[in-house]
Structures are given as structure tokens and as C-alpha cells.
């Protein structure tokens, strides 16, 4: 077992407080195709059990008695590789104890109470109070990344950069959404990737306004923006980038909008320091957001105030970021024992909790020209003063900017791992 491994679980350990409880941690099972053949979906360990143990491995469960001492207390329990798998898959066994010894294991420690991460385990009760208090313990203990974690991180920012130099120098009028995901995800794979990370977003001309956006056959025009979200993944750990373009040469207006956005994204991400709070991290950039919006003469007012009424949820309706790291929103959430905030435009927020060194985080603010919600009759009576909205009308289909990076909290400056893939307008 790696050393790093075996400090991550210790530290775990230290940070449970389990007392006499016990914990089990989940991979989960295969999970059959609908029609009943013998194939299955691809296999992904939980991420709570892939943390601890460093495998995927289906049936899979990591035990753990703080009795038996923080490091010596951990046991990986994993299943049998059966001869069909050996000849039809190519599995090997995987390091560990069989999970046939694991009833075994239970017996000895019967009538202790019992927590649970990960899937959730058959034939085992735990305690539902131990079950919350340990997530949120656990997710909480997680959050800084640990240097093998770093380094993992690392290649993955290398590699997708590369497949955004791929996308980049195909971009032309009459090329394909679904082309460019073929080139940008080809090059992921050529530079070490594993797999997409997530399922890539490429969205050309109006298409570019909606958030999770899945590429189609639409060719891209001359004059339009071009957004992709996308990032390469290695070994279970992830990138999450985003960029925008105009395909040939952009607008006056289009040069506006996208320098707003990077303005509030390259302020936002020095705002990323040991002890802020993301959620006015978040605000703030809202501010800034919507002071280009002003300054362009689609929305009226003082920043400070229009973000106070919520107005800018009309361009920019998303949070600002998510943690990334082992998954895609890799420990986000709330601060242990912190209440979601009931603010209306902060109910999309994907965390809430000061920053930490360690911390992974992705900053990407956008603006975006949304059919259904700047035409929804409410919203359009409630921030009627705010809104130039013949202007904002005859942009209706424009689509929208985002730019996104992969920020590391430090005790000093933030480190952008990202900074590598341009961020060219044209």
C-alpha cells in the first residue's frame, strides 16, 4: 500500500472521531444493462470508497476500527476474481483480503455501533445518526488535496490543454460541435487521459447560452460564439475548463461581453485566498459581472444595487465554481453543520464555506443571453428598470460567454493549473 494511502487514511481517521463505532465503505456493484444481457454499465467505485482504497473494484469494501489504531485499524476487503472474468474480461485480482472474510470481521466486532460511506452495503444497519455525522465529516476531511492528488491533477490540466490547442486550430466556419468534441477528446486521450471527465459541452452560436449543452451536428457560422466546457480525466481525477470563441472575427459587442466576463473570472481568482468565503467571493464577481453589463448598456443602475435585488441572475444564473478533483464537484457542499443560505440567487451555489489551503476550485463566471428567462413575463415586470431590454432583445440569440479555471488555494497566491490553455477571443 502507498504511503501516501496510508496517511490519507489516517488523517481520515484523526478527523471521524469514531470512538467505538466502526466504518464500512462502499465501491458498489455492477449495474446490468435494462435488457437483461450479461453486459453491464462501466464500473466506477464510489468516490468515498475509490479515496480510501485506490481501486475500482466492484463488491469492494474498506473497513476500519479506530480500536485497532489509526493506521494499523484499516482493512481492504475485495471480491474473488472469478475464472469468467480472468477469460472474458482480463481481470486480476485485486490487492486486498477476500470480502468472503468480512462477515468474519463483523462478528468480532458485534454490537458495536456502525457508520457507513460510499454504497450502501447489503445485510448492514448502521446508525443514522453516525451515517450523517461521518459524511459530513468525512467530505469535509477531503477537501484539501493532498500532493499525490496534486500531481494527478497536474497531468490531467496538461492533457486537456492539449485537446483545447486541438479544438482551437480547428475552429472554422462550418465546423461541427460534435467534430470538435472528436478532436478535443482525441487529443485527451493522446496525452495520457483515462477518459472525459464529464460528457463535454460544445455549444455554437445560440447553443452557447445553454449550461450543459451536448454537442450536435450544427455547423458553426462565421460571427458566432463558440463555447466548451470540457476537461481530461486520469486515474479518476478531473480538469474542468471552459473557454469561448468567436469564430472569425468577433463584434464590438461580442469583444465587450467576453472581456466583462474575463475580467470578473481573473479578479475572481485572486479573490481565491486562505479564509475567504465563496459565497462572497461569488458576490463579488457577480458585481463585476453586471458593472460590464452597465458599462455596455444592457443593464441599468449601480452594480452594488442591481446584484442586492438579484438582478444579475438574469445573465448570470449559475454559482461561481465548484470544487474538482477526484469527480467533478469533488467535495463541494456546505461547511460542516452550516445551513444553506435561503438567499434566493444563492440557492445555485455548489459550496458554501471558507477556502482552505489545498482547496481545489473552479472559477468560472459567465454571461449568457437565455430565451426563457429573459422572456419570462415575471421576471421581465419584476427588473423592468433594470434591463435595457430592447438591447438585450435584439441579442436574444447571441448564446453566451463562460471562462473557466482550475484554481489551488495556497498560503500564498492562488495557482492557476490551468493558466497553460489560452484565452483567446478569436
Keep these: 500500500m502507498p504511503t501516501t494511502l496510508a496517511d490519507r487514511r489516517a488523517r481520515v481517521a484523526e478527523a471521524l472521531h469514531l470512538d467505538s463505532a466502526i466504518l464500512l465503505v462502499g465501491a458498489g456493484e455492477r449495474v446490468r444493462l435494462p435488457e437483461r444481457s450479461d453486459q453491464t454499465y462501466p464500473f466506477r467505485a464510489h468516490a468515498d470508497y475509490y479515496y480510501l482504497a485506490g481501486l475500482d473494484a466492484p463488491g469492494g469494501v474498506v473497513a476500519f476500527d479506530p480500536k485497532d489504531g489509526d493506521r494499523d ?28 472474510g468480512l462477515e468474519a470481521w463483523l462478528s468480532q466486532r458485534r454490537g458495536r455501533p456502525v457508520a457507513t460511506l460510499g454504497s450502501p452495503l447489503r445485510g448492514v444497519r448502521p446508525d443514522a445518526g453516525q451515517v450523517f455525522r461521518t459524511h459530513v465529516l468525512f467530505q469535509h476531511a477531503r477537501r484539501p488535496k493532498d500532493e499525490g492528488e496534486l500531481a494527478l491533477l497536474r497531468r490531467t490540466a496538461v492533457a486537456t490543454a492539449a485537446g483545447f490547442a486541438r479544438l482551437h486550430a480547428g475552429l472554422k466556419p462550418g465546423v461541427t460541435e460534435r467534430a470538435l468534441q472528436i478532436e478535443l477528446e482525441a487529443e485527451f486521450f493522446r496525452h495520457g487521459a483515462t477518459r472525459p471527465g464529464y460528457d463535454t459541452i460544445v455549444g455554437s452560436g445560440p447553443n452557447a ?218
Design 73 to 100: 485499524g484499516w482493512v481492504s476487503f475485495v471480491p474473488d476474481v472469478t475464472e469468467a472474468e480472468k477469460i472474458w474480461e482480463g481481470r486480476e485480482q485485486p490487492p486486498g483480503r477476500s470480502v468472503a
Design 209 to 426: 447560452a445553454v449550461l450543459h449543452f451536448s454537442p450536435t451536428a450544427r455547423a458553426a457560422r462565421e460571427g458566432e460564439f463558440v463555447l466548451v466546457d470540457a476537461g481530461a480525466e486520469i486515474d479518476r481525477y478531473m480538469t474542468d475548463v471552459t473557454r469561448t470563441y468567436v469564430v472569425g472575427r468577433p463584434s464590438a459587442f461580442q469583444r465587450d461581453l467576453y472581456q466583462a466576463v474575463l475580467h470578473a473570472e481573473e479578479r475572481a481568482i485572486a479573490r481565491c485566498v486562505v479564509g475567504a468565503e465563496w459565497r462572497e467571493v461569488h458576490l463579488a464577481a457577480a458585481v463585476d459581472l453586471v458593472g460590464g453589463l452597465v458599462h455596455m448598456g444592457v443593464m441599468r443602475g449601480t452594480p452594488e444595487a442591481l446584484v442586492e435585488q438579484d438582478a444579475h441572475t438574469l445573465f448570470f444564473p449559475h454559482g461561481l465554481g465548484h470544487m474538482v478533483g477526484l469527480g467533478v464537484r469533488d467535495g463541494s457542499g456546505l461547511f460542516p453543520w452550516r445551513a444553506k443560505s435561503t438567499r434566493e440567487s444563492l440557492a445555485t451555489l455548489r459550496m458554501d464555506l471558507p477556502l482552505a489551503a489545498g482547496y481545489v476550485v473552479t472559477v468560472e463566471p459567465g454571461l449568457y443571453f437565455i430565451p426563457a428567462l429573459l422572456q419570462d413575463p415575471v421576471r421581465r415586470e419584476r427588473y423592468k428598470a433594470c434591463v435595457n431590454w430592447e438591447l438585450a432583445d435584439q441579442h436574444l440569440h447571441i448564446g453566451g460567454v463562460r471562462i473557466e479555471d482550475n484554481v489551488v488555494v495556497t498560503a500564498g497566491a492562488p495557482e492557476n493549473l490551468t493558466a497553460a490553455i489560452p484565452k483567446k477571443l478569436e
